[in-house]
C-alpha cells in the first residue's frame, strides 16, 4: 500500500514565477491537509480539502496561494508570483474518510525561491 | 486563538535514560494529540496518539499522558536509543469539521551514545 506522495520533492523558481505541488493521497484516502515548514521551524496548517471541496482554508495567505483537490487526480497547491518568502518545505498529509483522525504526511516538496 | 506550547526546545539525554516532552493547548475543545517524529530532512512520522476519552497510552518504549483538566499532554520515552534522535513535535485536533493539526514548535532531542 503505497503511501502519500508527493511531487516534485525539490522545485527551484525565481522570483515572480509559479509554483505547483502535487499530492496523491494514501489508498483509500479522501482527506488532504498541506502543510508549511519554515526553516528551523515547526509544521503550520495551510488547508484541508475532500475530494472537489475546500473545508477549512484557515491557513492559507490571502493571496497568490490556491489549493484544489479534484475529482479525478491529485491535490495542487500553487503558489503565483513567488517570493524569497515563499521558500519552505510543503507537506501533504491524508487521512480516512469518516471522522479518523491520524493523519500520514508524504516526504514534502522543497520550494526554493531564487 | 488556538495555540499548541512545546517544552524544552532541546533536549540531551545518555542512552538508556528515559526523555519527557511537554506540551500544553489553549483550545479545550481539543480532542485528539498526536506525537510526530521528524528526521532531518524526513517526512513527519506519526508514532503515537491519543483521544481526550483516554488518559494514557504506550506502545513499547513510547508512551503518551493526558491531563484534560491541565490541558496538558506529554510524550515519555524510556530506555533511549541513539536512533530515537530527531525533531518531535506534539499536536492538537478538534477533529469534526476540520481536522487541521495545530503543532508545537517541536523538541530537537538527542540521544548521546
Given at each position: 500500500n503505497a503511501g502519500v506522495m508527493q511531487n516534485p520533492r525539490h522545485l527551484v523558481r525565481r522570483r515572480g514565477q509559479e509554483a505547483r505541488l502535487r499530492c496523491s493521497p494514501m489508498k483509500g484516502h479522501s482527506h488532504v491537509y498541506w502543510y508549511r515548514q519554515l526553516p528551523e521551524e515547526g509544521l503550520k496548517f495551510m488547508v484541508y480539502l475532500q475530494k472537489e471541496n475546500i473545508i477549512d482554508e484557515s491557513g492559507m495567505p490571502k493571496e497568490r496561494f490556491s489549493a484544489e483537490f479534484p475529482k479525478e487526480g491529485p491535490s495542487i497547491l500553487r503558489i503565483q508570483q513567488v517570493v524569497r518568502g515563499d521558500s519552505a518545505a510543503y507537506f501533504c498529509a491524508s487521512s480516512p474518510p469518516g471522522g479518523n483522525y491520524e493523519q500520514y504526511f508524504g516526504p514534502g516538496t522543497r520550494l526554493t525561491v531564487t | 486563538g488556538e495555540n499548541v506550547e512545546q517544552h524544552p526546545s532541546t533536549l540531551s539525554v545518555q542512552e538508556g535514560d528515559s526523555a519527557v516532552i511537554k506540551c500544553t493547548y489553549s483550545d479545550s475543545a481539543s480532542n485528539y494529540f498526536p506525537w510526530y517524529k521528524q528526521e532531518l530532512g524526513k517526512r513527519p512520522q506519526l508514532i503515537i496518539d491519543i483521544r481526550s476519552n483516554v488518559g494514557e497510552k504506550?506502545?513499547?518504549?513510547?508512551?503518551?499522558?493526558?491531563?484534560?483538566?491541565?490541558?496538558?499532554?506529554?510524550?515519555?520515552?524510556?530506555?533511549?536509543?541513539?536512533?530515537?534522535?530527531?525533531?518531535?513535535?506534539?499536536?492538537?485536533?478538534?477533529?469534526?469539521?476540520?481536522?487541521?493539526?495545530i503543532f508545537g514548535t517541536g523538541t530537537l532531542l538527542a540521544v548521546q551514545p
Open positions: - | 504506550k506502545d513499547q518504549r513510547i508512551a503518551v499522558t493526558l491531563n484534560k483538566t491541565a490541558k496538558h499532554f506529554s510524550l515519555h520515552i524510556t530506555e533511549t536509543q541513539p536512533e530515537d534522535s530527531a525533531v518531535y513535535f506534539c499536536a492538537a485536533s478538534k477533529g469534526g469539521a476540520t481536522n487541521k493539526l
